[in-house]
């Protein structure tokens, strides 16, 4: 079966959730992952938004943060202060998984502004913003992060979301718990180096070559093989995944005015399929 890369990215991030863990997820890919999780492998983890919809079984992907109509439910719903106080600030979100337009090598993350944060007030220049990114990232006790139309860069245009920091026991100095463990691109799967904390290339997806990953990374890259480790060959997904993947969220990974105009356009076609049970 045919498949996409941001699709076999999605598979393959759907793992890092295990069954009974709390995870704060965000929109879009990561949410897709974390319904690929429940459906699969961890029927019982407690996913929550950062709107704070607690435990939701959702059916589709979410329109915003806090859309209920996309779940068939959530054990009970709380706002963004009491999700940062009495969940994530207290150390109770195992994981969270949370999307990155720039990621540096120590997994620092920019959502807040591509360009000068003083300079550039044109709109495309500005990014959804941190929401609750900043604090998930920096009290949850694992974060992973996910990255399709941004970039990988030797310096953030803005820090919105902490990662390792300037590495090594920088996060530690800072008073900061956790740390992002994984970072899932379109080529392969990145971890981070126990004592530097510099990112690595851990894992390859099918089709792809070291020059691939070489040329989206603008610093040395260096793979698990430089840590003494074996640098896994991904497999190609279970078509049933993509076949569940495609009827959660059909548009994945489309964005922009021209992924805009398709989703219009195919959207009659989609929701006549899912009617009579064809998706």
């Known amino acids: 079966m045919k498949y996409r890369r941001v699709e076999l990215m999605v598979m393959e991030a759907s793992k890092e959730i295990k069954n009974e863990e709390v995870c704060v997820i965000g929109q879009g890919i990561p949410m897709t992952a974390g319904a690929i ?10 996913i929550l938004t950062e709107a704070g919809m607690v435990d939701i079984d959702v059916f589709q992907n979410l329109e915003d943060i806090a859309d209920p109509g996309s779940t068939k439910g959530f054990s009970y719903s709380i706002d963004l202060f009491d999700v940062f106080t009495t969940i994530v600030n207290r150390g109770y979100a195992d994981l969270c998984i949370l999307g990155a337009a720039q990621i540096d090598k120590f997994g620092n993350v920019n959502t807040t502004v591509v360009g000068n944060y003083e300079i550039d007030k044109r709109s495309d220049m500005k990014l ?23 970039k990988f860069v030797e310096k953030l245009d803005y820090l919105t979301s902490p990662g390792w920091l300037e590495g090594g026991d920088s996060r530690r100095k800072a008073g900061l718990p956790g740390g992002p463990t994984a970072v899932y691109s379109k080529y392969g799967i990145f971890r981070f180096a126990e004592d530097s904390k510099e990112m690595y290339l851990s894992a390859i997806f099918p089709n792809t070559e070291i020059r691939d990953v070489e040329e989206i990374i603008p610093w040395k890259l260096k793979t698990a093989e430089d840590f003494g480790k074996k640098l896994r060959n991904v497999k190609h997904p279970d078509p049933a995944e993509i076949k569940f993947m495609r009827s959660f969220e059909p548009f994945l990974g489309i964005s922009g005015h021209e992924g805009r105009l398709l989703q219009v356009k195919a959207l009659p076609s989609y ?7 064809e998706l």
């Not at 959804?128 to 604090?135: I, L």
């Open 37 to 46: 999780a429940k459906r699969s492998h961890a029927p019982n983890a407690i």
């Open 128 to 150: 959804p913003g941190s929401g609750g990114a900043n604090e998930f990232a920096g009290h949850a006790n694992r974060t992973i992060f996910t990255i399709v139309g941004g």
């Open 271 to 277: 929701y006549e399929k899912k009617q009579h049970g």
